[in-house]
């Protein structure tokens, strides 16, 4: 055998062992794809349905939403109703009750003492009696 016989042999022997090597990554890159697409289609599988339920649920909530926003309108329209009536009956009320009530404690104090001499007052120094005026003036507040 001469010296490119024996060269063409390594040669060939190196193709073979370069063309096996790849014929094994290549098995192994296909059993890795194949995992990968069932993975992926077992994935799309349990997806569908989840979204599904998902969307389900948002859809409730949605509507839970809009339920309560209607709810929330109620209750702002019942407080504005409410708040108008206490101003009205306050004002209905309000006023004629307090003159009823001044009048009753008027006459009231007015027969408790129909019998009774009227009591002494005593001037203390540095203070004001109530109903009485400091300096003889009175503070008025403009009407502007």
């Known amino acids: 055998m001469s010296g490119g016989e024996v060269a063409g042999i390594l040669v060939a022997v190196f193709w073979a ?3 096996s090597f ?30 599904a339920d ?13 339920r309560v926003d209607a709810i929330a309108a109620d209750v702002q329209e019942v407080t504005a109703n409410a708040s108008a009536l206490s101003s009205t009956v306050s004002s209905a009320f309000g ?15 007015a027969i ?15 203070r004001i009696l ?3 005026r400091r300096g003889g003036r009175r503070n008025r507040r403009s009407k502007d």
């Open 54 to 66: 998902a969307s389900a649920t948002v859809r409730s909530a949605h509507s839970q939403l809009a």
């Open 17 to 19: 062992i370069l063309v």
């Open 130 to 132: 109530p109903g009485a």
């Open 22 to 51: 790849l014929a094994l990554v290549l098995v192994r890159l296909a059993q890795t794809l194949k995992a990968t697409t069932k993975m992926v289609a077992d994935v799309s599988e349990q997806a569908v349905p989840l979204l």
């Open 95 to 109: 006023g004629p009750l307090v003159k009823v009530a001044a009048f009753g404690y008027g006459v009231r104090r």
């Open 112 to 126: 408790g003492k129909k019998g009774e001499p009227e009591p002494q007052r005593t001037v203390v120094p540095g």
